[in-house]
């Protein structure tokens, strides 16, 4: 940084105690004005300055967001690194102080401010489909360390195959297209998905699909979604048995689940590659009623949902790196999981604003993997935190990113197998289904007749 630059951030910053108060270019995502907001709004501001202020604070723990392998200490000591003069060198116990005296709260309140979905124009690619942002609803498990204050909140998985960890359920609501979070929400895995999903209802609406796995086959989940005008896309068991109310010529057939009048579809997928070939069938429930659209459109939609599975595969492989959460105490996990939900849609934001006037490019050809070490360049550095005259929506995470976009993508599978066993005995028993390459394939969707559904009585 030039030394005008570096005047102007101190200055910006506060300097002194405020200067490592940063996230690199990402705090243009996340600034000064939005973390203080969250800070006021939930009363943990300080009253006189400290040698770790909350907002810095507050920072420092989203920056661990992108250093999730080391500790807070070296974490700090990146957030300083680009910054001259000196700075203060507090203790890992004044970290874990100025952590507890926060608490979870204002990381709370600055995920609330920064969740929504990133869209951009109705035609753009990959976001859209006839006009509704379509968005997918799914959970996944984390593990925190195995402490007794932890386990007074969170289980250790049941069973012979149960983690040795306590875990944590988390349930997120994403716009596919960008992979932005557009809510979330996570807890006890004592309570199951359907426990948490009817929070996240409240966060859709009109202009919305919803897709969703077998999970969520419920009658009171899916009242409670389109209650908010939101349409929804679900996959149900192949056991369900809807009456038929109407057939439609394209062998699909409307029914209701409850009061809800739905649009079933059965499909036969054949996936075929030059090695194998194999067959499943899918019944799908949507609200989308129109005999307009075709079936087998509708059967190919489905497949977008598989987007949020990669979201999860970001923030828990490329995020965590396949690690337990390093907080040892509830308060400490939730916190550390709103500071990675955030981090994680800073750069979602920063990889759909590389592509805004793109619309050619499908937003997901942006690499996580590079906009992260990018992100974290630009943190050591401390560099891009003050936006300059001229707003620069791309600036130098994206330049990265769209130098290095990802390949078009083609239509390959792998199989599904246990890719981390948890345990050494349950290696060896699974030793024939490693996880291999995965390969080109072909896929063939065929439409079911009505004749697989029962007639009403």
């Not at 997918?136 to 969170?154: E, K, M, Q, R, V």
């Not at 349409?231 to 057939?247: D, G, H, M, S, Y």
């Not at 699909?252 to 030059?274: D, L, N, Y």
């Not at 509708?298 to 987007?307: C, S």
Request: net charge positive; proline share 7%; charged share 20%.
């Amino acid at each position: 940084m030039s030394e005008e630059s570096v005047t102007a951030v101190r200055d910006a910053m506060g300097g002194g105690p405020f200067a490592p108060g940063h996230l690199g270019e990402l705090t243009q995502i996340v600034p000064f004005e939005m973390v203080d907001a969250a800070l006021a709004e939930t009363g943990t501001g300080e009253q006189r300055t400290r040698l770790l202020p909350s907002r810095v604070v507050v920072y420092l723990l989203l920056a661990a967001g992108l250093f999730s392998e080391i500790g807070l200490s070296q974490v700090w000591t990146r957030l300083c690194a680009g910054l001259p003069g000196p700075t203060a060198a507090p203790v890992p116990s004044a970290l874990s102080a100025a952590r507890a005296r926060i608490g979870e709260a204002p990381l709370a309140a600055l995920f609330d401010l920064l969740r929504g979905a990133q869209t951009g124009p109705s035609t753009r690619v990959g976001v859209f489909w006839r006009s509704r942002l379509i968005a997918a609803l799914d959970g996944s498990i984390l593990c925190c360390p195995d402490t007794p204050a932890n386990l007074t909140t969170f289980a250790k998985g049941a069973g012979p195959r149960g983690t040795g960890y306590p875990m944590v359920r988390v349930l997120a609501l994403i716009a596919c297209g960008t992979r932005t979070v557009i809510d979330a929400v996570f807890g006890s895995d004592r309570i199951g998905e359907l426990g948490y999903a009817e929070t996240l209802a409240a966060s859709t609406g009109p202009g919305m699909i919803v897709l969703a796995d077998r999970n969520f086959d419920a009658q009171r989940w899916i009242h409670a979604v389109t209650a908010t005008g939101a349409e929804v896309l679900v996959r149900v068991k192949n056991t369900r048995r809807p009456p038929i109310c109407r057939a439609l010529p394209d062998g699909s057939f409307i029914s209701r689940v409850g009061t809800v009048e739905v649009r079933v579809i059965t499909a036969a997928v054949t996936i075929t590659t030059a090695e194998s070939s194999r067959r499943e069938t899918y019944r799908l429930i949507t609200t989308v009623l129109d005999p307009e659209i075709p079936a087998i459109e509708i059967v190919e939609l489905y497949h977008q949902r598989w987007e949020i599975e990669t979201s999860f595969a970001e923030i828990k492989a490329t995020g965590l790196g396949g690690r337990v959460l390093r907080s040892r105490t509830p308060t400490g996990v939730r916190q550390e999981i709103y500071a990675l939900l955030i981090t994680y849609q800073a750069l979602r934001i920063a990889i759909s604003d590389t592509t805004l006037d793109r619309p050619e490019i499908d937003p997901d050809r942006g690499s996580f993997t590079i906009a992260r070490h990018a992100a974290r360049d630009q943190l050591t550095a401390a560099a891009g935190v003050i936006a300059e005259t001229t707003i620069d929506l791309v600036g130098t995470i994206g330049r990265r990113v769209l130098a290095a976009l990802l390949p078009t993508r083609r239509t390959r599978t792998s199989p599904r197998v246990v890719k981390r066993a948890i345990s050494k005995y349950a290696a060896s028993t699974i030793h024939s289904r490693h996880h291999g390459p995965s390969r080109p394939a072909t896929i063939t969707i065929e439409l079911q007749p009505t004749l697989t559904a029962a007639t009403p009585p």
